[in-house]
């Protein structure tokens, strides 16, 4: 199939961007959209053009690090992650848009890339269990309820890709909040700093530049991984509970 | 044994003195004239006495530091897998003071996120005869009697704190009804000693230590450099001390020092393009620290994965893998006739329908290992009875078929088992697996080979340690599923923080300046060889070269590797290799993001490598594992180990670029365990 690409290029994070106009021919329906990408920049280098820079790595759907505003959607048409997506879903002679994420707390690196550091701050605040190496139980002296250990597992399945806050109206990171707060809230290893834990995340979530949450559930329809809404639920009540705790 | 050999020299390697290989008078080596023989290796600082003591012993004897002298020290880290961010955070809550260095955005992106199926420990919860020896016996027998065994108990014995610590981090592993972890068996073996979280293992085992790192980060004991790449390892005086590294947002060159070096940066299965591994996963870091002394130590064990999904046409970028539980209810065939090749497999009647290994192999059929049924795949598809799409002319892909398993168990069941993996391959391929046959072939997955150790997982650079994938110490000529994920952890999070205290007890060493010398001329050849690949200017893209350098490693040194073959690829790779450098084309500055530049160095050790990994598999004249060469085997076509011959650990030196790799031999030694030839007829 033929395609025209409408791409963003931005040189780095300080000066203005644009789209561009590219077009594609030949493009088989097997490519996988970055081997789209791929095909385009060998076309690029060819020409002496900048290739156009994007970020990927596992391409099998798991490490989080592709994503791309693909026609308006983060990831694209289909629930799946950008390296996942493939060209089937698209039809020849269709016009493709592609921006970065759109948010204040992903800066753009350059052209697609985006900066994500905002999450692995949010994370520093309190997405963990304080153990350190060697003092840890054996592992069968705390039962879990396989429920709560299957519902934990569903959660902590986010990959950190950033789809939810790109989705947002209103910029928010509550869904990639929500699951990992979920995730240790169920978990009898997670209950000693649960109240510390989400009042610095939130915390720490606001200070990036992050908005609130909007109900709008937009993130969990674009969310690869279909992290659910109530996660988010989860997020309100524990902040509230940890509030009435005196945090 | 003798045998007959083609004397033919390459046109770069001068003749060779008598006696080439250190062997015996009047016995040839298969890489004579490709290599100069060294001393053996003959201290692996493995401790003596019994094999159930040798860890404690060696912990008690490694020199304590004590918690006030510990933030003096200063330790790097590159790489934020498994291994690397274990260690990162052990070392961090330690007390010392860690730099910890990734290429990618975030730490949490590590290709150990992608391992499916489990991790292996010996807690015998199913009282089923599991224990830290058989864990142990099963690993040594798996690796196919080419690993260390004091290194192998090691990770048996601290398997079961892995899963104690994982677990304490909020891990959700897969649980019973009663609350407590299930196991399941994995890979052949008779024991279920498998942890699980679903298909996603490897994923929730990467976040457990991420955010482990991510609590020290936030401790200030760890300092994380993400989007930064290693280009060279600092060495002076003897020691490791530092590493130059490419800040790739800025392209600032930087220098970072410290009292010793961890090198965790996985494997390198990609200098054959095609692969399971991420898009990034290099031989980078391992590689310039191999030019700087660290010995390479059996490059060319490799591992092959038979079920994953088929190359779709020149455009593929990346492999990806299912897992080969596929093969408990898939029966794999191809048509027996070429001329069916392209036709709906549904309208082949049974008749002209080549069952292959269950033909070949009726006791095992599809459940032979892997490299059987991988090497069994390539050879029905070079016969020209590949389906699927041709690519480059060949069709490359065999039919993995539930139709027989959906008759029996019903289409629920089978849906039950395997649903997620028949989605995966039905969004890749675009064709619906209940009903057409899967289409599948192997793929590079993993590689045993790697940097030198020793029993303290530090290599012949003195300060400078590897852990994890990018080391060769444990998984011999074959690695058994579910022990990368034990291997990564047991490493980072159990022997190298004790290891490493008895160097660091030596410490801190006498500060360096940036003025140093070693640090002047790291620095100079990372500058160096970035302006080169700049100002080549030439006419091919630097992907073109690593999937041509990939078709080469693919044909000569993949499933089955000969004498002809082996060195036929050398001659293709230093040709590649010298064109490359003078007609690559990279655009763009090194003052920005540029991921042409940071490919173009990849690919560039990539191409020194291979060609190791040629003459390290030249020189390896019996199969083995992963390892299989095409003049080794039964009048069955089994491999065939030579122990007299073989039983070593290849080491190799750095001689510099176009002069011969000196050979070390590390002596492999048993004493807690009998060697066996394997058989699955």
């Given at each position: 199939m033929n395609l025209t690409l409408k791409i963003w290029r931005q040189p780095d994070a300080v000066s203005a961007g644009a789209m561009h106009t590219y077009e594609l021919a030949?493009?088989?329906?097997?490519?996988?959209f970055l081997e789209m990408l791929d095909v385009l920049n060998e076309q690029l280098n060819d020409q002496g053009e900048d290739p156009i820079a994007f970020d990927s790595d596992c391409r099998e759907g798991i490490c989080g690090m592709c994503g791309l505003m693909i026609n308006g959607d983060a990831h694209g048409p289909e629930v799946t992650t950008t390296c996942q997506l493939h060209m089937r879903s698209f039809s020849d002679g269709e016009t493709i848009t592609i921006e970065p994420w759109r948010s204040d707390a992903f800066p753009v690196v350059k052209d697609l890339v985006v900066d994500r550091g905002a999450f692995d701050r949010i994370i520093q605040a309190?997405?963990?269990?304080s153990v350190n190496t060697g003092s840890a139980p054996e592992a069968h002296s705390v039962p879990v309820p396989k429920d709560d250990a299957d519902r934990a597992f569903n959660v902590a399945t986010c990959i950190g890709c950033g789809a939810c806050v790109a989705a947002c109206p209103n910029g928010s990171a509550s869904l990639f909040m929500g699951a990992k707060v979920t995730h240790l809230g169920l978990l009898p290893q997670g209950q000693p700093e649960r109240d510390e834990r989400v009042v610095n995340m939130v915390a720490q979530h606001d200070h990036e530049g992050f908005g609130g949450c909007t109900n709008i559930g937009a993130c969990t329809a674009a969310c690869p991984k279909e992290i659910p809404l109530d996660v988010i639920s989860q997020l309100n009540k524990d902040l509230r509970t940890a509030i009435k705790h005196g945090h | 044994m003798s045998h007959s050999h083609d004397m033919d020299m390459p046109d770069t390697v001068t003749s060779t003195e008598a006696s080439p290989t250190g062997a015996l008078d009047g016995e040839y080596d298969d890489a004579m004239g490709y290599y100069t023989p060294g001393e053996p290796?003959?201290?692996?600082?493995?401790?003596?006495?019994?094999i159930a003591d040798r860890w404690q012993n060696r912990k008690f004897e490694a020199r304590l530091v004590n918690p006030a002298n510990r933030r003096k020290l200063s330790i790097i880290i590159v790489g934020t897998g498994l291994a690397g961010a274990s260690a990162a955070a052990t070392l961090g809550e330690a007390g010392y003071n860690v730099k910890t260095f990734c290429y990618q955005d975030s730490p949490r992106r590590a290709h150990s996120i992608a391992a499916q199926g489990g991790i292996n420990a010996a807690k015998n919860y199913k009282e089923d005869g599991d224990s830290v020896h058989r864990l142990f016996y099963d690993t040594v027998k798996g690796g196919d009697y080419r690993s260390r065994e004091s290194n192998v108990y090691r990770l048996a014995e601290v398997s079961t704190n892995i899963i104690d610590q994982c677990v304490a981090q909020g891990v959700p592993f897969a649980r019973e009804y009663g609350g407590l972890l299930d196991n399941r068996s994995f890979g052949g073996v008779q024991v279920s000693r498998t942890f699980y979280a679903r298909g996603q293992t490897g994923q929730q085992l990467l976040i457990g230590a991420y955010q482990a790192l991510e609590r020290q980060i936030s401790a200030g004991t760890v300092s994380m450099f993400t989007r930064h790449e290693m280009l060279e390892l600092i060495v002076a005086d003897g020691k490791a001390r530092g590493i130059i590294a490419r800040d790739m947002v800025t392209g600032e060159v930087q220098t970072h020092l410290a009292d010793v070096v961890v090198l965790a940066s996985g494997g390198y299965g990609n200098v054959f393009y095609l692969s399971t591994n991420a898009m990034g996963s290099n031989v980078t870091a391992a590689w310039r620290a191999h030019r700087k002394g660290a010995y390479m130590a059996n490059p060319c064990y490799t591992q092959i994965h038979p079920t994953c999904i088929p190359v779709s046409g020149s455009h593929q970028s990346k492999l990806t893998l299912m897992s080969e539980s596929l093969r408990n209810d898939g029966r794999i065939w191809v048509p027996k006739n070429q001329a069916d090749c392209d036709k709906d497999p549904r309208e082949i009647a049974e008749e002209d329908r080549d069952y292959y290994l269950e033909r070949i192999y009726?006791?095992?059929?599809?459940?032979?290992p892997r490299d059987i049924a991988s090497r069994a795949a390539k050879n029905v598809c070079d016969e020209g009875r590949g389906v699927g799409p041709e690519v480059d002319g060949v069709r490359r892909g065999v039919y993995l078929d539930f139709a027989d398993a959906i008759d029996r168990l019903g289409r629920d069941a089978v849906a039950n088992k395997y649903g997620n993996l028949f989605d995966m391959y039905a969004r890749i391929t675009g064709e619906d697996p209940y009903s057409v046959p899967m289409r599948i072939y192997p793929a590079v997955h993993y590689v045993m080979g790697g940097l030198w150790v020793d029993y303290d997982l530090q290599s012949t650079i003195p300060g400078l340690f590897v852990t994890g994938e990018a080391n060769f110490s444990d998984h011999g000529a074959n690695r058994l599923g579910a022990s990368a994920l034990m291997q990564g952890l047991a490493d980072g999070y159990f022997v190298l923080p004790h290891t490493i205290r008895d160097y660091l007890a030596d410490g801190p060493f006498e500060p360096i300046g940036e003025d140093h010398p070693a640090v002047v001329e790291a620095r100079t050849s990372v500058t160096d060889r970035i302006q080169h690949f700049l100002s080549v200017n030439g006419t091919r893209s630097v992907d073109s070269y690593h999937r041509e350098l990939g078709n080469i490693m693919w044909e000569y040194c993949g499933m089955e590797r000969t004498e002809t073959g082996l060195k036929k690829a050398i001659d293709l790779i230093r040709g590649l290799r010298d064109d490359f450098y003078r007609n690559v084309k990279v655009l763009g500055t090194s003052e920005s993001l540029n991921q042409s530049l940071e490919k173009a160095g990849r690919v560039a050790d990539f191409f020194e490598l291979g060609e190791l990994m040629c003459i390290d598999a030249l020189n390896r004249r019996e199969s083995c594992g992963g390892h299989f060469r095409g003049?080794?085997?039964?009048?069955?076509g089994e491999a065939l180990r030579h122990d007299d011959e073989f039983a070593y650990v290849a080491a190799w030196e750095w001689a510099g670029l176009d002069e011969r790799p000196v050979l070390h031999k590390e002596d492999l030694v048993y004493t807690a365990i009998e060697m066996k030839q394997r058989s699955y007829k």
């Open positions: 030949d493009v088989s329906p097997d490519m996988s309190g997405g963990y269990v | 290796l003959v201290d692996t600082k493995a401790p003596q006495g019994p009726p006791s095992f059929g599809n459940l032979v003049e080794s085997q039964t009048e069955d």
